[in-house]
């Protein structure tokens, strides 16, 4: 049964991640990640993340796929279908990221881990992903947390910059 | 043992949206079969005598759109941040508070960086 | 009984994907997407390890990521919207000059 939801799960997200990167048009590109977002998601959540399954679901597919959105719709962009869509050196990337993924299944192949650590699957299960993940990041990440608000500090004043610009 | 979890409790969520799928697809299929097709060119006109489209489709947005949407994604993430932090509240206390009266502070300077350089105002 | 690294082929050949359509796209939308694509391979990786290891600090590095994915997005995409507001096409070999 597991083994049949991680199969459905890892196929869709494949075939749509090629869609993403070998469709002519950028909406479709974005809703075809949208299906993708949705699907990494479940895997998620077979990892017992259900947390982060929500986190991927209200920030990437309602939050940062919006903004895609918009940027397309800003830009008025004629899609030029007929246009070359790779550019001239594509086989090159092609042989590249060919090799980088024949070594990675080779070197990953079989990769097991023997580190235990004290969040077993039952004790998550006992107190919810939810809770064990905030005692963790609010106990032991305090700096990451105060310098992710600093990150998106400066992802306001620099988009408003940026736009506010353009405006005037 | 990791590995062997299988997330029971979502079986309902599962059901539901194999639900609403096999439920928008059957309808469109259903009423494809079912109904007459016979296209022609007035079919394709504007209703009702409306005036004819001139330009493009695709209009350019203003870029106060843009400005609003991302204000919403780095909000969004701020209220993300707050929803672990509320349910182990209780077992931190006085300390989570005051993580999070800092994180806010910080954030509620880009808030009035953004109310200063008037993004909000639509005129 | 799923072995860890079939989540680890999973999130590799995302990651590739998106290298793939960084690399060789001429549409920077598409391109931009490439990288949400390789951070989401990532995240697969790192979730799945995390759940193997029996650790939480994976998860909490996934979370993080997807907050900094969000503020990159935010500000990449103004980038974006200000280099190519005046153009007609959305292709990147375009862009010749350092001033948007």
Redesign the interface.
């Known amino acids: 049964m597991l083994e049949f939801f991680f199969g459905y799960l890892s196929l869709v997200i494949i075939i749509f991640s090629l869609l993403v990167v070998l469709s002519k048009n950028a909406i479709h590109s974005v809703l075809y990640m949208l299906v993708m977002f949705f699907h990494v998601a479940g895997i998620y959540l077979l990892l017992q993340a259900e947390f982060l399954a929500a986190v991927q679901i209200i920030v990437y597919a309602g939050a940062i796929l919006v903004l895609f959105l918009f940027a397309i719709m800003l830009l008025n962009l004629r899609e030029e279908l007929s246009a070359e869509q790779l550019t001239d050196g594509w086989p090159a990337s092609l042989a590249v990221v060919a090799g980088l993924l024949l070594t990675l299944m080779l070197s990953l192949g079989g990769f097991t881990t023997t580190f235990n650590g004290s969040w077993s699957p039952e004790k998550i299960k006992e107190i919810t992903f939810t809770k064990a993940l905030g005692q963790a990041l609010y106990t032991g990440y305090i700096l990451p947390f105060e310098v992710a608000s600093i990150i998106l500090l400066v992802a306001i004043v620099g988009a408003i910059v940026l736009a506010k610009r353009r405006l005037n | 043992m990791p590995g062997r979890y299988l997330p029971t409790e979502y079986l309902p969520v599962a059901i539901f949206i194999a639900i609403s799928i096999a439920f928008g697809l059957g309808a469109l299929i259903m009423g494809s079969m079912v109904r007459l097709r016979r296209p022609y060119r007035e079919k394709l006109m504007p209703y009702e005598s409306g005036i004819d489209p001139v330009g493009e489709p695709r209009v350019r947005f203003s870029i106060r759109f843009y400005i609003i949407a991302m204000l919403f994604v780095v909000f969004d993430v701020e209220a993300i941040f707050m929803y672990p932090w509320a349910i182990v509240f209780d077992k931190i206390g006085l300390f989570a508070l005051i993580e999070m009266i800092i994180f806010i502070v910080i954030l509620l300077v880009g808030y009035v960086y953004a109310l200063k350089k008037e993004a909000f105002r639509w005129e | 009984?799923?072995?860890?690294?079939?989540?680890?082929?999973?999130g590799?050949?995302?990651?590739?994907?998106?290298?793939?359509?960084f690399?060789?796209?001429?549409?920077i939308?598409?391109m931009?997407?490439?990288i949400?694509?390789m951070l989401?391979g990532v995240?697969?990786s790192l979730?799945?390890?995390?759940?193997?290891?029996?650790?939480?600090?994976g998860?909490?590095l996934?979370?993080?990521i997807?907050?900094?994915?969000?503020?990159?997005?935010?500000?990449g995409?103004?980038?974006?919207?200000?280099l190519?507001?005046n153009?007609?096409?959305?292709?990147v070999?375009e862009i010749r000059e350092l001033k948007g």
């Open positions: 009984m799923i072995p860890l690294h079939w989540y680890l082929w999973l590799s050949i995302v990651f590739c994907i998106g290298i793939f359509g690399l060789a796209k001429r549409n939308i598409i931009f997407l490439s949400e694509l989401n995240n697969i979730v799945a390890l995390s759940h193997y290891m029996q650790d939480l600090r998860e909490i996934v979370f993080f997807i907050a900094v994915a969000a503020a990159e997005a935010a500000i995409l103004a980038i974006v919207v200000s190519f507001r153009r007609t096409s959305p292709h070999d």
